[in-house]
T-cell receptor, first 114, second 116 residues
Framework: AQSVTQLGSHVSVSEGALVLLRCNYS??????LFWYVQYPNQGLQLLLK??????LVKGINGFEAEFKKSETSFHLTKPSAHMSDAAEYFC????????????FGTGTLLAVQS | NAGVTQTPKFQVLKTGQSMTLQCAQD?????MSWYRQDPGMGLRLIHY???????DQGEVPNGYNVSRSTTEDFPLRLLSAAPSQTSVYFC???????????????FGPGTRLTVT
């Protein structure tokens, strides 16, 4: 069965600092991986997805993630944090097969300090 | 397009009551699903549907029923509410994976349910 692990349930950075949110996956087949963002009291919004076309994936709002098969990782980064980035971030893996079922990590709450 | 809509936004139930959470999408998506979100546990799949008339169980289906009579609607029924079902519920929809590769899933704004 596929799974994802997000290290760090809370991450705090200063405005302008690097953002690094960690995600490791477990999969017996080449995975499809996603990062979603959830702003307070809202639904989830797709940031980016990995579909094997390129290992470095660029998403919205200046975020990007790099797929590293040797490390089974798909960490999310942003060079310079902005106050508006404060939100909860979820890594997810597609279960594969004929459905679009997603397996989510437990989430990382990002706080940005001024 | 309104996207994925959910009603109600908030609901309080007493133990043993039943209710239906509504979900609708206007994007003609084949795939729809229900998740529950609990603190520290991320989102867990309750039920999903790959098209009208076809539903299947996800990771945590007990205590919930679904049906899919139309492409647009995918209601979630709680037959006899329990305090353990206190959660935030999200509906999501997307194109079918076989037809559209790896499509984005669109999420509704959620329903916050409290069972006392």
């Amino acid at each position: 069965a596929q799974s994802v692990t997000q290290l760090g349930s809370h991450v705090s950075v200063s405005e302008g600092a690097l953002v690094l949110l960690r995600c490791n996956y477990s999969s017996s087949v080449p995975p499809y991986l996603f990062w979603y963002v959830q702003y307070p009291n809202q639904g989830l919004q797709l940031l980016l997805k990995y579909t094997s076309a390129a290992t470095l994936v660029k998403g919205i709002n200046g975020f990007e993630a790099e797929f590293k098969k040797s490390e089974t990782s798909f960490h999310l980064t942003k060079p310079s944090a902005h106050m508006s980035d404060a939100a909860e971030y979820f890594c997810a893996v597609s279960e594969g097969g004929a459905t679009n079922k997603l397996i989510f990590g437990t989430g990382t709450l990002l706080a940005v300090q001024s | 397009n309104a996207g994925v809509t959910q009603t109600p936004k908030f609901q309080v139930l007493k133990t043993g009551q039943s209710m239906t959470l509504q979900c609708a999408q206007d994007m003609n998506h084949e795939y729809m699903s229900w998740y529950r979100q609990d603190p520290g546990m991320g989102l867990r799949l309750i039920h999903y549907s790959v098209g009208a008339g076809i539903t299947d169980q996800g990771e945590v289906p007990n205590g919930y029923n679904v049906s899919r009579s139309t492409t647009e609607d995918f209601p979630l029924r709680l037959l006899s509410a329990a305090p353990s079902q206190t959660s935030v519920y999200f509906c999501a929809s997307s194109r079918d994976r076989i037809l559209a590769g790896l499509p984005e899933q669109y999420f509704g704004p959620g329903t916050r349910l409290t069972v006392t």
